[in-house]
Every structure is written in C-alpha cells, then in structure tokens.
C-alpha cells in the first residue's frame, strides 16, 4: 500500500505561485509515475502533471508553461511548482501514484485562486 499526504494548497491572488508538495509512505520506485491532477467544482478530475525518472515530465494543456513537475526520489515527494495562477486553476489538487498497474491516490488539497 502507498499513502500519500499533500501539502501547499491555499489561496493566491491571480498572477501568483504556489507550491504543492506529496510526499509517500509505503514504497515507490522511481519507474513509478508520480503526478497531480485536479477537480473543479461541476467539473471532471483531469491531469496536470506527471512524471515518470528517465522520461520527459508531461502536462495537461492549460498549464503547460506556468507550472512545473518535479521528484525527490529519495524523500519519495513529488512537487508542483505553479506559476502564473489564474482564477481557472481553483480546484482540489489531487496527488497520484501509479505503481505496477495499481493507483493511489492523496485526499487533495484545495488551491483557490481569486483577488
């Protein structure tokens, strides 16, 4: 089992950066994808990032550019640096593992971004 606990969310004024961290409990091997998704009020779960060591880290659309995926293989954590926030990223921030077919996921955190 892997258990995940994220950090970082809160509330930004649009324009401004946060940074999400995901650290796992349990085992998690570095050919295993890390990543975060998010869900907006009325709106389906859809990804934002994903990384995976020895590959090129991947993005959803709307964040391509202003956020960036990173991985502590050691601490097994994951981080989201988003950058140039926007009202339309306010969602809950999911933290995600894949491991040999099986996924996890964390609680979420809730990131609001409003002036």
């Known amino acids: 089992q892997v258990q995940l606990a994220e950090s970082g969310g809160g509330w930004v004024q649009p324009g401004g950066s946060l940074r999400l961290s995901c650290t796992a409990s349990g085992t998690v091997f570095s050919e295993n994808t890390m990543g975060w998704y998010r869900q907006a009020p009325g709106k389906e779960r859809e990804v934002v990032a994903r990384?995976?060591?020895?590959?090129?880290?991947t993005y959803g659309d709307s964040v391509q550019g202003r956020f960036a995926i990173s991985r502590d293989n050691a601490k097994q954590t994951v981080y989201l640096q988003m950058n140039n926030l926007r009202p339309d990223d306010t969602a809950v921030y999911y933290c995600h593992v894949r491991r040999y077919g099986a996924d996890f996921w964390g609680t979420g955190t809730l990131v609001t971004v409003s002036s």
């Open positions: 990384i995976r060591s020895g590959r090129d880290p």
